[in-house]
């Protein structure tokens, strides 16, 4: 390839977030619509804990990121986990499926089924979030104390869907 058709290739590659067509199975919503697509930047944030087998190790306790549109805030995610926009719509969600991240730093690609919803506006018909195009965010392997925290820069695409 030559340089000349390197950097078109790249300018595609760096466009808007877009799902990855299609989507592993595991996460997928067949039959369902986009009402919003958003990019987020924020930690994912772990707890020093014990584990079945004793050792203490880092264990997922909550995310914290910002939700982007076109550069601009448009609002927040959480635990719960939750998302709020702006207009003050908002939804809870559970996870209902997984697909490996691109590579072994990226935390996995999600389906969660919404569970409850508060406030009116652009995310009320909200059925299904997808988290996709993540990057970073994993934090492995043994901590030295109880009870400690530490964070995990992440980022991701969530897609919000609704049904039909």
């Known amino acids: 390839m030559s340089i000349k058709l ?3 290739c790249l300018l595609l590659l760096a ?3 877009v799902a990855a067509d299609p989507l592993p199975d595991a996460i997928a919503a067949p039959g369902e619509s986009i009402v919003l697509s958003v ?3 924020g930690a994912q944030v772990y707890e020093c804990k014990a584990g079945t087998d004793g050792k203490l190790a880092w264990a997922f306790r909550e ?3 910002t939700l982007l549109a076109e550069g601009k805030t448009i609002g927040r995610h959480y635990a719960g986990p939750n998302w709020e926009h702006a207009d003050g719509s908002a939804v809870a969600a559970k996870a209902a499926g997984n ?14 089924e919404v569970t409850a919803h508060r406030g009116s506006g652009v995310l009320t018909p909200v059925t299904t979030v997808q988290r996709i195009n993540t990057h970073r965010g994993k934090l492995d392997g043994a901590c030295d104390k109880a009870g400690d ?12 869907l609704k049904k039909g």
């Open 6 to 8: 390197a950097v078109p």
């Open 63 to 65: 995310p914290i990121a």
């Open 99 to 112: 697909a490996p991240g691109t590579t072994a730093a990226d935390i996995p690609w999600l389906k969660l």
């Open 149 to 160: 925290f530490k964070s995990a820069p992440y980022s991701a695409d969530y897609v919000f």
């Open 15 to 17: 466009g808007p977030a």
């Open 39 to 41: 990019h987020a930047e």
